[in-house]
């Protein structure tokens, strides 16, 4: 049994049961179309926006948010490598994908990883963004687990990673 791998615990039964909300046709279509935008659009989007019409802030923002970024991707993608833990649908029962993986392993959650760091570094210049990126975050994470692609513990590793990194992110540019 790979260390990562779930048991047949709260995270496992919590998987199974968001993931029957994927069952309702408009429950998955809604959660797949935030899981398309959490690909990268909507932040791409957002840094742009902020770059045009944020002036001088913005153009720090977005980036900082844009290096943040790829860091994020650069760490995901080693975690996944190194943990190479199964995605629910393909270990789990009864967990359907109701869209397809961008990538074959599921810890941790690169998107919720991403929303989670973006959204702390964007929120640290612009504080007004919260209801926006807030709401867009949690729909962001809680959609990998209803659509069959992470464990809840995927997530919130995940919620966790994306924290420090932002955090990390806006120390290192307050010493710049």
Same mark, same amino acid.
């Given at each position: 049994?790979? +260390?990562?791998?779930?048991?047949?615990?709260?995270?496992?039964?919590?998987?199974?049961?968001?993931?029957?909300?994927?069952?309702?046709?408009?429950?998955?279509? +809604?959660?797949?179309?935030? %899981?398309?935008?959490?690909?990268?659009? +909507?932040?791409?989007?957002?840094?742009?926006?902020?770059?045009?019409?944020?002036?001088?802030?913005?153009?720090?923002?977005?980036?900082?948010?844009?290096?943040?970024?790829?860091?994020?991707?650069?760490?995901?993608?080693?975690?996944?490598?190194?943990?190479?833990?199964?995605?629910?649908?393909?270990?789990?029962?009864?967990?359907?994908?109701?869209?397809?993986? &961008?990538?074959?392993?599921?810890?941790? %959650?690169?998107?919720?990883?991403?929303?989670?760091?973006?959204?702390?570094?964007?929120?640290?210049? +612009?504080?007004?963004?919260?209801?926006? &990126?807030?709401?867009?975050?949690?729909?962001?994470?809680?959609?990998?687990?209803?659509?069959?692609?992470?464990?809840?513990?995927?997530?919130?590793?995940?919620?966790?990673?994306?924290?420090?990194?932002?955090?990390?992110?806006?120390?290192?540019?307050?010493?710049?």
């Amino acid at each position: 049994m790979h +260390f990562l791998s779930p048991s047949p615990g709260f995270d496992r039964r919590l998987c199974i049961s968001a993931n029957r909300w994927g069952a309702r046709r408009t429950v998955a279509q +809604f959660f797949g179309a935030v %899981s398309r935008l959490g690909d990268g659009i +909507f932040w791409y989007a957002l840094m742009l926006a902020l770059a045009i019409f944020g002036g001088a802030p913005g153009a720090i923002a977005a980036g900082q948010m844009l290096l943040t970024g790829l860091i994020a991707l650069c760490l995901y993608r080693r975690l996944k490598h190194w943990t190479q833990r199964p995605r629910p649908f393909r270990s789990c029962d009864g967990v359907i994908a109701w869209v397809p993986p &961008l990538d074959e392993f599921s810890f941790p %959650s690169g998107h919720t990883l991403h929303a989670v760091s973006f959204s702390v570094v964007a929120l640290a210049h +612009f504080p007004a963004l919260a209801p926006l &990126l807030l709401t867009f975050t949690a729909l962001v994470a809680a959609s990998r687990v209803v659509l069959g692609l992470h464990y809840p513990s995927d997530v919130l590793a995940a919620v966790g990673i994306g924290g420090a990194l932002g955090a990390g992110s806006l120390w290192v540019g307050s010493m710049v």
